[in-house]
């Protein structure tokens, strides 16, 4: 969306922020910046300097809600996720989150992406170097000469499994002189013998297992990240040459013989330093010229710090219970090594506003700052006058978002009732959680998603759960009312880390009547819905600890 950054340029303090970078000044702070001025100043960098950005923030649901804003500015956008380092044995892990993350650094790897999006944890687990992942490419084209087994061996090894038909992600089927292999969920390559020439290569839809359109050449990535570095045996002898506690030893021999069996996935997170020679992380995917973009460094520190912690208390746990520690679980890195690792990136601290001492590094930031003025815009159904009155005053660029062509015209329409002819005024479609302002640009963006959301009947309380909306977490804005199953209408104010019995996860804070607050973990929001309700009356919140919700559900 490059209307939204045209006038930037003409704003000296964001040329000599730009100017600044171009001429290796680092790292950066900006400073006085909304969730979407961060994510407006972030697209703006990488725009002018064409480089790709990289944005690290402090927990899954920021990660997220910055993904999705993002999305209005380029598709050419990768999240990559965390993963869930298991103290245990796991028959199979997500398939989904294997894929967000292999996705995700084969578009890095191939220059695909403009802005990553990731978090301190995620960046803080160690994976397997790049040079590794990508040994095996398989690199095809019309009139080469292949041997059915080793294209075969070759898909197997970068994590493809062989089916009959194809179906989905990571799959590939033989059939005759046929070659199917899936790139993703919806599409693959086909590759077609005449003996041992390639005589045609196509895509082809999954659904459907029809031919598309033709390729002269193809490249097929790993389906996974979990990609050999060794053959089994040598891998193996890896393990047995490590010192492990005797009572230990049984559970190595077990595992050593699923591994020769080729039953291995399940055990690179707690052999990891056998299966690979040397650490990485995301970074070290990073090209050399992508800019680092920390959001809110104090939080970020906080986490990680409390991540350590948390692994500390694991690591302690399992030891006084005789139970295998994961390498990978005493690989994660501290804040001390993520610091050093970003020493060689051109770094920009995004604030919210001026912040204390953190570290060294984020100091001379800070005197390297520059402040910008944001601030949030919301427009509602009952302020539609204001949202005229606000665009009437000739700001030097108003950009109107709608989610759809439906609210695009209804959009149009109103501009014209309103004789609103500036040609300054741009009404597009997308989706961005919330509006705003700035002040430096003289730039109002305003999102129409509460403005022209359909009136529903209201509804009976007893069926207020039944009825709401599934909660999503970067959809969720303070102020929303949320029905939870158990203790009824609460409003949404929040969100916490919390740390409880050595353990810290992320809550969602609802208060209640009387201010109580409910704290709900993120991993259990099947419980609550957001709630739903014609016109623009607020509901009553319930009381928590009373029969008065029990006695709604049961009308």
Request: aromatic letters at 10%; proline letters at 2%; charged letters at 30%.
């Amino acid at each position: 969306m490059e209307d939204i950054l045209q006038n930037m340029p003409n704003v000296k303090k964001f040329s000599d922020y730009i100017n600044d970078i171009n001429n290796n000044v680092n790292p950066i702070m900006l400073s006085g910046l909304t969730d979407m001025g961060k994510i407006h100043l972030s697209y703006a960098t990488g725009y002018y300097t064409k480089r790709p950005i990289c944005i690290i923030t402090y927990n899954e649901i920021q990660a997220k809600k910055i993904y999705n804003d993002a999305h209005f500015f380029t598709e050419k956008i990768v999240y990559f996720p965390k993963r869930e380092i298991l103290t245990y044995d796991y028959i199979a892990e997500s398939k989904d989150e294997l894929a967000v993350r292999i996705d995700a650094l084969n578009k890095i790897y191939n220059n695909e992406a403009e802005i990553i999006i990731t978090t301190i944890e995620a960046v803080s687990q160690k994976i397997l170097p790049k040079n590794i992942l990508y040994k095996n490419l398989f690199k095809i084209k019309i009139g080469d000469l292949y041997n059915l087994d080793d294209i075969k061996n070759t898909l197997v090894k970068l994590g493809y499994e062989r089916y009959e038909l194809v179906e989905g992600k990571g799959q590939f089927s033989i059939r005759g002189g046929i070659v199917d292999i899936a790139t993703d969920e919806k599409q693959g390559i086909r590759i077609e013998f005449f003996g041992d020439e390639v005589d045609s290569i196509r895509n082809f839809n999954i659904s459907s297992q029809r031919s598309t359109n033709m390729l002269n050449n193809a490249t097929i990535y790993p389906a996974y990240e979990f990609v050999l570095e060794n053959d089994l045996s040598t891998l193996c002898s890896n393990i047995q040459n490590m010192k492990y506690e005797q009572y230990l030893q049984d559970r190595i021999e077990t595992d050593i013989d699923e591994i020769m069996q080729e039953n291995y996935i399940n055990k690179i997170d707690k052999y990891f330093n056998s299966f690979y020679s040397k650490k990485a992380t995301l970074l070290d995917y990073l090209s050399s010229n992508t800019i680092i973009f920390l959001d809110e460094i104090e939080r970020i520190k906080n986490r990680i710090d409390n991540i350590q912690k948390d692994t500390n208390t694991l690591i302690k746990t399992l030891v006084e219970k005789e139970k295998f520690v994961p390498d990978n679980l005493k690989n994660i890195g501290d804040y001390i090594e993520f610091i050093e690792n970003i020493n060689v990136k051109q770094v920009i601290y995004l604030e919210k506003q001026d912040i204390g001492f953190v570290d060294k590094k984020s100091m001379h930031a800070k005197r390297n700052g520059y402040s910008f003025s944001y601030r949030e815009v919301n427009f509602f159904r009952s302020t539609i006058d204001s949202l005229f009155e606000e665009i009437k005053k000739e700001h030097k660029q108003t950009i109107i978002i709608n989610k759809n062509e439906d609210a695009s015209k209804q959009m149009s329409d109103l501009l014209l009732e309103n004789n609103v002819l500036e040609p300054n005024v741009i009404n597009t479609i997308g989706s961005i959680s919330v509006g705003f302002y700035s002040d430096d640009f003289d730039l109002l963006v305003i999102s129409t998603h509460e403005l022209f959301e359909a009136t529903k009947k209201r509804r009976k309380y007893s069926n207020e759960f039944k009825q709401g909306e599934q909660v999503i977490f970067e959809d969720l804005k303070i102020g929303d009312y949320i029905v939870h199953k158990n203790h009824g209408i609460g409003q949404f104010v929040g969100i916490n880390t919390i740390t409880a019995d050595g353990v810290t996860k992320d809550y969602i804070k609802l208060k209640y009547d009387s201010d109580a607050i409910l704290y709900v973990p993120t991993n259990s929001l099947d419980n609550i819905r957001k709630y739903v309700s014609g016109g623009d009356y607020n509901p009553k919140l319930n009381k928590l600890g009373s029969k008065e919700w029990l006695k709604t559900k049961n009308k």
